[in-house]
């Protein structure tokens, strides 16, 4: 009944060859990371499409949803090359920049309908 694990009853890892190196975890990126990016890219891609008139000339109508584009293909790139975290951060920073615009026009109509906008002019 002697088995080794008895009489060894700590064993240290096993330590990889000589001249043998473990590779480090690959890293997955951030969340916080992607949320800057996408706010980034929605920031400076509307600063920049509207300063070269993109969005207001009437051939190119839908210019304003460029930089989402931008945002959406970049998340998924990132999410296929295994940077998950920094992709989802992406998709999750285009979602809050979204949830930002929506509140802002609610608080703009809910300003016009209270009385405190238009007929003031």
Do not use: Q
């Not at 064993?11 to 800057?36: F, H, Q, Y």
């Not at 809910?110 to 003031?120: A, C, Q, S």
Request: hydrophobic share 50%; aromatic share 6%.
């Amino acid at each position: 009944m002697s088995d080794d694990r008895t009489s060894d009853p700590y064993r240290p890892p096993l330590s990889p060859e000589p001249g043998i190196e473990p590779e480090p975890p690959k890293s997955e990126g951030t969340l916080g990371a992607g949320i800057g990016l996408a706010w980034t890219v929605m920031v400076l891609g509307e600063i920049v499409l509207g300063g070269l008139g993109v969005s207001a000339h009437p051939l190119f109508l839908g210019g304003w949803f460029i930089p989402p584009l931008i945002v959406v293909i970049w998340a998924i790139s990132l999410i296929n090359r295994d940077v998950r975290r920094t992709g989802k951060g992406m998709l999750l920073g285009l979602a809050s920049v979204v949830a930002v615009l929506l509140l802002l026009v609610a608080a703009c109509f809910g300003l016009v309908i209270m009385g405190g906008g238009l007929h003031n002019l």
